[in-house]
């Protein structure tokens, strides 16, 4: 099975600056997809950004932007301008190109943001 | 985007009771969903793949007779935690999937067994 690592359990960024999420995984696959989510106290799971792994490009959506290094298999998350409604679990997940299969999740990291 | 709907949001039971939670996709048909059991400061555990029309594939070490799953259509998979006990009362979350690539999810369901 795939697995994904989130090495930092926790991290803080002051309002208005930028910080940086890291999320490696283990596959023997070439086509797969990558994406982060957040989690706020209400539990919600939302989509924050996703990477299809046969595209070069990084993906950005407004403050939020990828790092995506297939060879190291890494996939960073970064949150520019941060702002504190940004503060919730982050997770990262693995699934790959299979009709219906699962995804694999990541720890989480729980981001606080400093007014 | 993408909504899905659970409900209820919270349920509280007596033990031995069961407790039926519904998943709905509200803008999209979904084949596929997903239901997630979350322990407090953790990440989301698989319990079972849900397909329409068919048997849901169960995770190992989750019983398929406790947790029932139903996917009766391609808005609705519902999930009943039968003979319910303490030790189940958890954060559940479902999701649907979206273009056989993305997943999206339910507000989750928190469910309480005295």
């Given at each position: 099975?795939?697995?994904?690592?989130?090495s930092?359990?926790?991290m803080s960024?002051?309002?208005?600056?930028?910080?940086?999420?890291s999320?490696t995984?283990?596959?023997s696959?070439s086509?797969?997809?990558?994406?982060w989510?957040?989690q706020p106290?209400?539990?919600?799971?939302?989509?924050?950004?996703?990477?299809e792994?046969?595209?070069?490009?990084?993906?950005?959506?407004n403050r939020f932007?990828?790092?995506?290094?297939?060879?190291?298999?890494?996939f960073s998350?970064?949150?520019?301008?941060?702002q504190l409604?940004?503060?919730a679990?982050y997770?990262c997940?693995?699934r790959t190109?299979?009709?219906?299969?699962?995804?694999?999740?990541g720890?989480?990291?729980?981001?606080?943001?400093?007014p | 985007g993408?909504?899905?709907s659970?409900h209820?949001?919270?349920?509280i039971?007596?033990s031995?009771?069961?407790?039926?939670i519904?998943?709905r996709?509200?803008?999209?048909q979904?084949?596929?969903?997903?239901?997630?059991r979350?322990?407090?400061?953790q990440?989301?555990?698989?319990?079972?793949?849900s397909?329409?029309?068919?048997?849901?594939?169960y995770?190992?070490g989750?019983e398929k007779?406790?947790f029932?799953?139903?996917h009766a259509s391609?808005?609705?998979s519902?999930?009943?935690?039968?003979s319910?006990?303490p030790?189940?009362?958890s954060?559940y979350i479902?999701s649907?999937e979206?273009?056989?690539?993305?997943?999206?999810f339910g507000?989750?369901?928190?469910?309480?067994?005295l």
């Open positions: 099975a795939q697995t994904v690592t989130q930092q359990p926790e960024v002051q309002e208005a600056e930028t910080v940086t999420l999320c995984y283990d596959t696959e086509d797969y997809y990558l994406f989510y957040k106290p209400s539990r919600q799971m939302i989509l924050v950004i996703r990477q792994a046969y595209k070069q490009q990084n993906a950005t959506e932007s990828v790092n995506f290094q297939k060879a190291a298999k890494s998350l970064k949150i520019s301008d941060s409604g940004d503060a679990m997770f997940a693995y190109s299979n009709t219906g299969n699962q995804f694999y999740f720890t989480g990291t729980s981001l606080t943001v400093i | 993408a909504v899905v659970q209820p949001s919270r349920v039971c007596k031995g009771t069961s407790v039926k519904e998943c996709s509200l803008d999209f979904a084949t596929t969903m997903f239901w997630y979350q322990f407090p400061k990440s989301l555990m698989l319990m079972a793949t397909n329409e029309g068919s048997k849901a594939t995770e190992q989750v007779d406790k029932l799953i139903n391609l808005t609705l519902t999930l009943t935690v039968t319910a006990h030790e189940d009362s954060f479902c649907a979206l273009g056989a690539e993305t997943q999206y507000p989750g369901t928190r469910l309480l067994v």
